[in-house]
T-cell receptor
């Protein structure tokens, strides 16, 4: 049963610290999405990649957030420095080139104190 | 750009009743409309989807209808059960390019009371 995996599942950190979240997309999927979910904003698209190249990161605060795909099996989302307003659940999803179905991971719950 | 509106934001029904969630979209070129279910502490999971060349699709107790002229689509759950309680999201795929990008509605919290 192929699934998207995310680590860590939970992260508590202090303001100003660097946070790195990792995602392993489903094998064979070449499109990867990062979302942020909060009660107030719902599901926000932060960035997405196709064939490891960034297609759109306009939803991401550029001064502190960065997203990369070092290889086809790993996507990372970094926040440096972190702030309390970054507290949210961050989801990774993957999909295939010719379909629009996205498969979500379990999420990383981030709390910045 | 594409905008998706979802209503209602909360919905409470008695077990066995039907539940209907409605979404409207703005981009007439949108051609793919999935519905996701999110249970507490989990990521959204696809439950049903429909493409713009189809007006209705059914899978057991779940059905989705699409009205392209009016630019709205709906999720229908019949014979609701307590395990249907979750947050439901609709989404639309903007028609320009085939990027796989989805625009999500704000979500509907469905509570099914035993």
């Amino acid at each position: 049963d192929a699934r998207v995996t995310q680590t860590p599942r939970d992260k508590v950190t202090e303001m100003g610290q660097e946070v790195t979240m990792r995602c392993q997309p489903i094998l064979g999927h070449n499109t990867v999405f990062w979302y942020r979910q909060t009660m107030m904003q719902g599901l926000e698209l932060l960035a997405y990649f196709r064939n490891r190249a960034p297609l759109d990161d306009s939803g991401m605060p550029k001064d502190r957030f960065s997203a990369e795909m070092p290889d086809a099996t790993l996507a990372t989302l970094k926040i440096q420095p972190s702030e309390p307003r970054d507290s949210a659940v961050y989801f990774c999803a993957s999909g295939t080139r010719w379909g629009e179905t996205q498969y979500f991971g379990p999420g990383t719950r981030l709390l910045v104190l | 750009g594409e905008n998706v509106e979802q209503h209602p934001s909360t919905l409470s029904v008695q077990e066995g009743d039907s539940a209907v969630i409605k979404c409207t979209y703005s981009d007439s070129a949108s051609n793919y409309f999935p519905w996701y279910k999110q249970e507490l502490g989990k990521g959204p999971q696809l439950i049903i989807d429909i493409r713009s060349n189809v007006g209705e699709k059914k899978d057991q107790r779940i059905a989705v209808t699409l009205n392209k002229t009016a630019k709205h689509f709906s999720l229908h759950i019949t014979e609701t059960q307590p395990e249907d309680s979750a947050v439901y999201f609709c989404a639309a795929s903007p028609g320009s390019g085939n990027t796989g990008k989805l625009i999500f509605g704000q979500g509907t919290t469905l509570q099914v009371k035993p």
